[in-house]
């Protein structure tokens, strides 16, 4: 490329600055692009941790006050003027959407600001969510409105993939790209666990099998499925592990009631968010992911990565991840019983412990490279 070349301008756009999946992928990719040939921006919703990692990154941020997860009609329609106004100031060659929300305003917005490439990536399509047939209904026909007003539909898993092909008059716009990690520092055991201990005062990590979730405290995570197989574990198995939790959110309050019910408060500990918590995942020794909603979770595939055993569920995109279902753990969603199963098997057996944690970490770095997913992301900008 030479230097006088019009470098592509993408602007990414998501409807929380939280440091979610959404916004993991954002700035993953934000911030890989090669320089010489795109420009990168951001426009998103509220003032989180997104935007002051973006800003260490230098790349240019611009938010939307009024653009929010939930549902309002006057907030959306502000929000939807100040996308309109923005893309036709930074006329963008792509804007880039990401999250339900942003996704169908945006497309909209996109189309009469008269942006030539509209992309949508669906983290997981919200349709299929715990929710009433009328609502999921209504999801779906916003979803697929979306798919209309975009000119591609990235999908990341297979069954995303399956029931985007069901919407009329976008079966060839809908691309198949699963997420990829980089390969990351983990803190050392020790290290590590000594942070957990400073944080909640409390020695819970001696002579214990350590479990460890990293997940926004949201309905969505099943935290609560989690939580009471903890509480149903066997007596003598429940005195032998500690259970610790790294994240914020809206269910902390609930989640904090709930422990307390069980009397697990000093079994389990919220640990509350912590940046870059995937570096502390050397202090666990068992990875529990009970969602009951997902895309493709970068939570399973990071510690897939630090060679931990997985206990999760069937949703989403987790089966594309956890193939072979003799060397994982894999149990229906909202399943206590199942849970509580998996993890007295682990709890209870070093050695197979050890061998599916080998087994992760192979199947992560053969698979689920960060260089895959964002050549392909590129392919689909030009």
Known sequence: MTQDTKKTKILYCITKSVWGGAGKYVFELATSLPKDEFEASVVLGGNGTLISKLNDEEIKTISIPSLDRD????????????LLKIFKKEKPDVIHLNSSK??????????????????????????NEDRGFLSRTAIWLASYITALFSTEIIVIDKKDFKQAQSF????????????GIKPFELLKKT??????????KFDALKEKVSIGTIGELHKNKGLEYGINAIALLPQETQSLVSYFIIGGGE???NLEHLIKQLKLEDKVFLLGFMDDARKYLNAFDVFLFPSVKEGLPYSIMEA???????????VGGIPDIMTDEKSNLLVEPKNTKELRNALVELIQNKKIRDSLGAKN?????TKFTFEKMLEKTIKAYK
């Open 71 to 82: 549902v309002g009609f006057f907030k959306d329609i502000a929000s939807f003027n100040n």
């Open 102 to 127: 942003m996704g169908g305003i945006g497309a909209l917005a996109g189309q009469i600001a008269g942006v030539k490439k509209i992309i949508f990536t669906a983290h997981g399509w919200p349709f």
């Open 168 to 179: 009329p008059f976008c079966k060839n716009k809908i691309i198949l790209i699963h997420n």
């Open 191 to 200: 290290e590590a666990k000594h942070v957990i201990i400073e944080k909640i």
């Open 251 to 253: 269910e902390k309050n």
């Open 304 to 314: 897939g990565f630090a060679s931990l055993p997985i206990i999760t569920t069937k």
């Open 361 to 365: 970490k192979e199947n992560i770095l």
